[in-house]
């Protein structure tokens, strides 16, 4: 049975004590659910929340550098991730892409140095408004998994959490319909099985991500291949996030 996750993405939001005091509360909202819960707050929260959260709550990186160690100013290494109890890493999140011009061969290189240093990659992909509109998307998602992570062994890859993000979605307000998000998680299923075997896509969560809510995320997750949620605007406050958890 593929495990489900829901992953809330802070993003750049929240100043030390409003992050704090939301991560209190979720820490003391003891959410009883089968749900892996994943949180990737800011990167100056995680030393803090690792040694401060309760043992259902996993937490994530929102970025990390493609290189081991060494002098790249500013960046944070997987190795140091791991070694403050960090557990996961999104990678390749579409305003990373926009913003930094994050390319596929450097998600290549960052999926790889997190994998070495036993750090989930969390890995996304989905296509922009006009790809959408073309028809063109699922020669984008293909290939944004192609060049990024099909070079993954078996055993790595089982390891990778896929997240399908349209772009249009992401704080938006637009969600992808259930039957749209249900396509292109068969879509990359379908995938995995070609390049890998049938039991290893079976294995793989893909989780899904646009403007979920606690009011849509249900028929959503009702889906065959929908694991679960990658969380942004939702995931800023206790109720909703606890909604969207409990909606499974
Ligand atoms: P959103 O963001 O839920 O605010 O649309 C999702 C994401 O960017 O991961």
Not at 159 to 188: K, L, M, R
């Amino acid at each position: 049975m593929r495990k489900r996750i829901v992953v809330g993405n802070w993003k750049m939001n929240m100043n030390n004590s409003a992050a704090h005091s939301l991560f209190q509360s979720l820490n003391n909202a003891e959410i009883v659910s089968s749900t892996k819960i994943i949180i990737a707050p800011p990167s100056v929260y995680l030393s803090g929340f690792s040694s401060n959260k309760s043992k259902n709550i996993y937490l994530a990186a929102q970025n990390c550098s493609d290189n081991e160690n060494g002098a790249y100013t500013g960046e944070i290494s997987a190795s140091m991730l791991y070694s403050i109890g960090v557990g996961y890493s999104l990678v390749g999140h579409s305003e990373r892409r926009q913003y930094q011009n994050e390319s596929d061969l450097l998600l290549k290189q960052k999926i790889n140095v997190l994998i070495e240093n036993k750090v989930i990659p969390i890995f996304c992909c989905g296509e922009n408004l006009d790809k959408r509109e073309s028809g063109d998307f699922y020669k984008v998602i293909q290939s944004q998994l192609e060049n990024s992570l099909f070079h993954l062994s078996n055993s790595e890859i089982k390891e990778v959490v896929i997240a399908y993000e349209p772009v249009w979605a992401i704080g938006t307000g637009v969600t992808a319909s259930p039957g749209q998000a249900q396509e292109i998680h068969a879509f990359i299923r379908s995938l995995l099985v070609e390049r890998y075997s049938l039991e290893t896509a079976e294995e793989i969560s893909i989780l899904y991500g646009g403007s979920c809510n606690a009011s849509n995320a249900k028929e959503l997750f009702m889906n065959k291949d929908v694991d679960g949620g990658l969380i942004g605007g939702a995931a800023l406050d206790v109720d909703s996030f606890s909604a969207i958890i409990k909606s499974f």
